[in-house]
């Protein structure tokens, strides 16, 4: 069994590892290649920060990631980007069913971004992040648009980002959810030892190049380094040593702009409350899942973990019909906590066995259970950072409240976009019919065009087990898209590789 010291760290980019939450300060930056040379010998010494640890923590770091045309425009050959995932090549704008699927239609559809809408035009060729220490961004930023940097890239569109903290927007800690990489290979992903829910997850569903939770390496692009002699320091394939790995300890980077109503959020709330601020924190709390300080809503009901433990530290397995958290609450849509077996047939026995028999061969499904499948197939390794400031609720709902912008710069890293990013946002966030639901989807993210049957889809219900279903309706657009993409954060090997590729572009063999 490998040991974490034994993974390749130094070839790993540091935000596959850490958050850099200390790193108060950032700075995102869309940026199109102006001098091909240029860039690729900005690319030779470029400060990108690895994912080794440090007796200290740094005051600085760096992180690169490539589209699909930059990849193209600093001479990755076509033998190389048709192995990569159709969803990356063609992008998160590809046809109007994928941004049907993604809910990017109405308010959120791509003709209305601010970029990326187009692969061209407003797609930029690259995102550079910086993050630094309180105080220490501008400083950062000079050393790193030096004059090759200046020569080399446009910038296209630099990213609102500010320090809020734990807290997003609305005003909620969300800095809790997030899934572990096993890094020391310390779990199975046999599915006979895999019953219940687990936030410990397999590094090929972060990482390319290594096993996922099905046990098997996603496909990538390989070379052959008998016909491209530049590919001999890339990284060994492990599923073929013949071969070698050109997206080893790289991932995929899904990045969405998002903007957030946060006056429009509270007012509403308050009106739908009688203004009584008890119940607009109730009400607020179960469209999240969680109260403000990030308490999950069924904290009274797990046996076993104090509720200042609680954080990661429970599944929905005890309240199934949503009394406590609603089924459609956005934290149990964007991670339903379910594992391979529900867990009422955890049971052993002759009894138990056959249960699970039947749910294995798909027998005995229960018609909520159709769209919420095992959570570890489509976990999402979360870094965003919020933009504007974060108002409490008694000032949102001011009506002379200024005018100011708030949001997320969403960013997520998968070694899958359809089976990780692009399955967690048409299954669970926008769909309508999630988990036996009806024409409810996410009560924040969700866009609020009617079904193309012409039922609405702005309300949320909240389940009372002393009364009747207690029902929030017209519910406004609080999360509007306004602009996102696709793109590769490579290994830093890989990186080597692209900034050596000859002048005349392509592969070295060509």
Known sequence: MKKSNDFEFDDLQGLLRFGYGKLTDSCFMLLNIANVEAAKQWLKTAPISNAVTMDSPPDTALQIAFSVHGLRILGIGESIISDFSDEFIYGMTRNENCSRRLGDIGRNTPERWEWGNDSVTTMPHILLLLYAKKGKLEAWRKTVEDERFSQAFQLLRQLPTSDSGRFEPFGFDDSI??????????????PHERDRYSNLLAVGEMVLGYPNEYGQYTARPLVDPKKDHLATDLPDAEDDLTLKDFARNGT??????????????W?????????????????AASMVGRERNGTPLIAEHIPGILRKDHGNHFTYDLDAKGNHCPISAHVRRANPRTSDLPGNITDVGIIGFIRR?????GFGQKPEEDLVASSRFHRLLRRGRSYGNVLAPEEAIKPDIPAAKHGLQFICLVANISRQFEFVQNAWIANSKFNGLHEEPDPLLGNREPLMSGEGTDHFNRPDPSGPMRKTCHLPQFVAVHGGGYFFMPGLRALKYISALPANGGNSSS
Request: charged share 30%; glycine share 2%.
């Open 357 to 361: 028999l039947a749910k294995i061969l």
């Open 252 to 265: 995929y980077l899904v990045l969405r702009e998002l903007s957030q109503d946060v006056p429009g959020f």
């Open 177 to 190: 959810s997030q899934p572990t990489i096993d890094w020391t290979y310390r779990q199975s992903t046999d």
């Open 267 to 283: 007012q509403f709330l308050d009106k739908a409350s009688d203004s009584k601020p008890k119940k607009r924190e109730q009400l």
